[in-house]
């Protein structure tokens, strides 16, 4: 069974920094594009970025400069590392696989989610 | 403002057919057929329906469509009933490498 458990989240200051994990198991994770996407409060979904199965990132607009994509095979981990957090971070965290099982680009399975919560 | 267009609400009869539209560029729906349709339920996270334009991942009901036509994708949901209540949201591949995401929809069953 598949299974993609977020942790790391929190809350911290505006400027800070903070790490999200995304511990995967169930599927070959070395073999899958992984994704991360965030839901603001009472808003929609919005993409921030992804790792490919060989290790390239594209990274969203917003998270370009201050966050990071990574990933760590030998341990079925994902990594967000976010730095100089603003308000508009603040929301909902799902690591998600990406195109395994149903197609280029689909998001076929997410992880319950991490709130990150950015407040002075 | 998200880069696919959705309108905000939809609302239908238990029974009846409602269609969730979502509009996008040349450089997006347009483009390719990476369109993609989640449903999410209130507290939970998003579920994949519709993959590839048209198809259904397994265990998901065949009474969830998907079409394309130029710019604009949809959502056909048949036979609406009281647990179809949920945001919808369509997604797509952009040239260059992002994932786009419509605003959401809304369904009611009324």
């Known amino acids: 069974e598949v299974h993609l458990v977020e942790s790391g989240g929190g809350l911290v200051k505006p400027g800070e920094s903070l790490r999200l994990s995304c511990a995967a198991s169930g599927f070959t994770f070395s073999n899958a594009w992984m994704t991360w996407v965030r839901q603001a409060p009472g808003k929609g979904l919005e993409w921030v970025g992804r790792?490919?199965?060989?290790?390239?990132?594209d990274h969203a607009a917003p998270a370009k400069g201050r966050f990071t994509i990574s990933r760590d095979d030998s341990k079925n981990t994902l990594h967000l590392q976010m730095s100089s957090l603003e308000t508009d971070d603040t929301g909902v965290y799902y690591c998600v696989r990406e195109g395994y099982n149903y197609g280029y680009h689909s998001l076929d399975f997410w992880g319950q989610g991490s709130l990150v919560t950015v407040s002075s | 403002q998200s880069a696919l267009t959705q309108p905000a609400s939809v609302s239908g009869s238990p029974g009846q057919s409602i269609t969730v539209s979502c509009t996008g560029t040349s450089s997006d729906i347009g483009a390719d057929n990476y369109v993609s349709w989640y449903q999410q339920h209130p507290g939970k996270a998003p579920k994949l329906i519709i993959y590839?334009?048209?198809n259904r991942p397994s265990g998901v009901s065949n009474r969830f469509s998907g079409s394309k036509a130029g710019n604009t994708a949809s959502l056909t949901i048949s036979g609406l009933r009281a647990e179809d209540e949920a945001d919808y949201y369509c997604?797509?591949?952009?040239?260059?490498?992002?994932?786009?995401f419509g605003g959401g929809t809304e369904l009611t069953v009324l």
């Open positions: 590839a334009v048209t």
């Open positions: 997604s797509s591949y952009r040239r260059g490498g992002n994932l786009v």
């Open positions: 790792v490919s199965a060989g290790g390239t990132t």
